[in-house]
């Protein structure tokens, strides 16, 4: 199926064809803009791919070549990244994006614009050699000796306990030098995001949204605390990067059949307020919490209906927001076909409407 992909938004109201800067080279046929207003999406087109039933190595590859284009426009303009995977079916779908979206793009452009993400990693050189330094101190030793003094010997479960202790110290020491990283760093940073640690070795790793200018004062921070811990931790930084920890944008089509069972769940008119949706979610789960109403047969299974309702209707209510309704919201079909495209930044959704 034919689609226009898109790798993301930047300021601009001309028609450009991005294929002279290289970005040929990166498997697309044609990179270019679809204008709408002040804003345009840069978009190729493509044959449709379902990401989510791809093996993970073919992801990555494309994840890949996403960047790249991105990182490559970057050269020229300050972009808003969008979710990789993210297509349009025809340029009036673009368009919709664009227009449903625009206040929401102009206000991420002034809090980015002249800016740069650097993500910064930090990890243990010989975490072995930690490890051993936090076993042989004054804390685990005291609890060796109670352990070895015991007449009954040691157990397996007191062997438990000891390496319990050892972890629970190298976690608070990996936590107060996070925080002293955290500190030195966001001083010459205008935003921060944290990112998952992904083993024992990982103390640190977090994206920061730094002005360009800023840049070189940045790299002099992270060369202080390569000195100050020097030996015992390694530092990596990625970047200049596009501001992808803070705004990648997702968007989402909103089907009324979904709509339509989310309002019948929480016993909903075709038109409800804020206050209405939130009193019939609440009502919802105190019916039916399988914990205070144990014998209420399906308790669970409703429970979990009425959250995934919610959501669905918090999801819908967002698309409304954009298009001006703030707080009356239709459940018509038409009304929610008018209204089937959501526009917002990765993973952000207010479920307290």
């Not at 190595?57 to 990789?84: G, N």
């Not at 449903?100 to 002249?114: L, T």
């Not at 010997?153 to 319990?164: F, K, L, R, T, Y």
């Not at 206050?275 to 308790?299: F, M, Q, S, W």
């Amino acid at each position: 199926m034919e689609a226009k992909y898109i790798f993301g938004i930047i300021e601009t109201s001309e028609e450009k064809l991005f294929n002279s800067c290289g970005i040929a080279a990166y498997a697309y046929e044609e990179v270019y803009t679809i204008p709408y207003q002040d804003i345009s999406a840069v978009v190729s087109d493509s044959q449709f791919i379902n990401y989510a039933i791809l093996p993970k190595d073919q992801v990555a590859r494309y994840l890949l070549r996403h960047q790249q284009v991105i990182e490559k426009i970057m050269d020229s303009y300050t972009i808003i990244p969008m979710k990789l995977g993210t297509y349009a079916f025809n340029i009036r779908e673009v368009k919709e994006i664009l227009s449903k979206g625009y206040a929401m793009f102009k206000d991420i452009f002034k809090k980015i614009n002249n800016k740069i993400e650097i993500d910064v990693v930090a990890t243990w050189n010989d975490l072995n050699s930690v490890i051993k330094e936090i076993g042989e101190g004054q804390d685990v030793k005291k609890l060796k000796e109670e352990i070895m003094s015991k007449p009954e010997g040691v157990s397996a479960e007191d062997q438990m306990m000891i390496g319990s202790r050892i972890k629970h110290i190298l976690d608070k020491k990996r936590e107060r030098c996070s925080f002293e990283i955290e500190t030195v760093l966001k001083d010459v940073s205008v935003d921060l995001r944290k990112h998952d640690l992904m083993d024992d070795r990982m103390i640190f790793n977090t994206a920061f949204l730094i002005a360009e200018d800023k840049h070189r004062d940045f790299d002099e921070k992270v060369e202080e605390l390569d000195r100050r811990y020097m030996g015992k931790m390694n530092f990596r930084c990625g970047g200049p990067l596009p501001a992808y920890s803070f705004y990648t944008i997702e968007t989402k089509k909103v089907k009324f059949e979904e709509v339509d069972w989310a309002r019948k769940m929480l016993n909903l008119s075709n038109k409800a307020t804020k206050e209405e949706i939130i009193k019939a979610y609440r009502n919802g789960t105190k019916l039916y919490h399988p914990d205070k109403n144990p014998d209420v047969p399906d308790a669970e299974r409703r429970f979990n209906e009425i959250n995934k309702a919610y959501k669905i209707l918090v999801e819908y209510c967002e698309v409304c927001k954009q298009t001006g309704q703030e707080n009356s919201y239709s459940f018509n079909e038409e009304e929610v076909e008018k209204n089937a495209m959501l526009v917002k930044p990765l993973g952000c959704v207010d479920l307290n409407l």
